[in-house]
C-alpha cells in the first residue's frame, strides 16, 4: 500500500516504546502497508509527540501513530502530560484531517526500579503496538471513504 505513515516513539523507556514500534511496523506491514513508507521519528518525550506528528501529516504522511509511556515518577505529573498529549494528538488530527492514532499510555502503577514492570510493559506494548497499526488501517480506510463521499456529493451538487 502507498499511503506513508509516520510512528513517533517518545525516547523515555525505550525498551517498552521500542516493543509498541516494532509491533505496530510489524502489523502494518502485515496488514499491506510497505515497509519503506512506514517512518520512525523519535522525538524527546511525550510532550512533543502532537508538534511531531502535525508536521508530519502536514508534510506528507497519511497518518501518524504516537507511542510514549508517561509514569507516574514520584511527582504529580502523568496525569496532566497524558492529557495534553492526547489533546495534542486530538487536535492535530482534526487540523490536518488525518488520522493520528495514539498508542500514549499512563499506568497507575510503574516502578522504574523493578525488572517485573518492564517485562511486563514490554509484552503489554506488543500489544499496544499492534492496536495502534489496526486502528491506523481503519482510521485510513474511514477517512478514504468519508473523504471520497464529500467528492462525489461536491461533484453531484
Known amino acids: 500500500m502507498s499511503k506513508k505513515i509516520a510512528i513517533l516513539s517518545a525516547s523515555w523507556h525505550t525498551n517498552i516504546v521500542n516493543s509498541a514500534e516494532n509491533s505496530a511496523i510489524e502489523e502494518l506491514v502485515k496488514l499491506g502497508y510497505a515497509r519503506e513508507n512506514i517512518d520512525v521519528i523519535k522525538v524527546p518525550g511525550a510532550v ?11 508534510n ?7 507511542i510514549a509511556l508517561v509514569v507516574d515518577g514520584q511527582i504529580y505529573r502523568h496525569e496532566f502530560v497524558g492529557h495534553t498529549v492526547v489533546q495534542g494528538i486530538l487536535d492535530a488530527s482534526l487540523a490536518t484531517n488525518k488520522p493520528f492514532i495514539s498508542a500514549v499510555l499512563t ?26 497499526a489496526k486502528a491506523a488501517d ?20
Open 48 to 58: 512533543e509527540i502532537p508538534l511531531a506528528g502535525k508536521l508530519a501529516l502536514e
Open 60 to 66: 506528507g504522511y497519511d497518518c501518524a501513530i504516537g
Open 107 to 132: 499506568p497507575q502503577r510503574y516502578n522504574e526500579n523493578s525488572d517485573l514492570y518492564e517485562e511486563m510493559y514490554i509484552k503489554h506494548f506488543v500489544v499496544k503496538g499492534q492496536e495502534a
Open 138 to 157: 481503519q482510521a485510513i480506510q474511514v477517512v478514504e471513504q468519508l473523504s471520497a463521499g464529500s467528492q462525489a456529493n461536491k461533484v453531484a451538487a
